[in-house]
């Protein structure tokens, strides 16, 4: 089977609860038409480039598909369909990435960044504190 990958942005007055829910049902939607979701990553509540139907934010999500077309036909309907989803793209992959998605390694690796620096001067604070 082919491999998909879609992104989606719900509204942002919509609680993570709710956006998990939706991308639940889509996932069900993907295995009643014959394939799976591989990985389901929320990326959060993020800043849009413009408005879009009056939202200046919105909430990220995607999904890693392996389905059948006709599957992903109805969960692009089911998209279309849905006023709490601002905007989805689905795109054809030769083959889906192992690991986490380049946004959730951005995140991880900010925090990485910043917990590396706090690292770094803790020690150089005590050296400080020990020539004094």
Do not use: C
């Not at 591989?38 to 990326?43: D, G, L, V």
């Not at 991880?108 to 020690?123: C, F, H, K, L, T």
């Amino acid at each position: 089977m082919p491999f998909y990958e879609s992104t989606l942005i719900a509204r942002q007055d919509l609680s993570k609860a709710d956006v998990t829910k939706l991308t639940d049902s889509l996932d069900s939607i993907v295995q009643q038409g014959g394939g799976k979701v591989i990985r389901n990553e929320y990326w959060g509540l993020r800043s849009l480039a413009y408005r879009i139907r009056k939202n200046r934010k919105g909430h990220y999500a995607m999904l890693a598909i392996d389905a059948p077309t006709a599957a992903i036909k109805e969960m692009e309907r089911n998209i279309g369909i849905n006023e709490d989803i601002v905007r989805a793209l689905t795109v054809r992959v030769d083959a889906l990435e192992e690991g986490p998605s380049a946004m959730m390694q951005q995140s991880r690796g900010n925090d990485y960044v910043q917990e590396s620096e706090i690292a770094a001067d803790v020690p150089a604070a005590a050296a400080e504190t020990d020539k004094e």
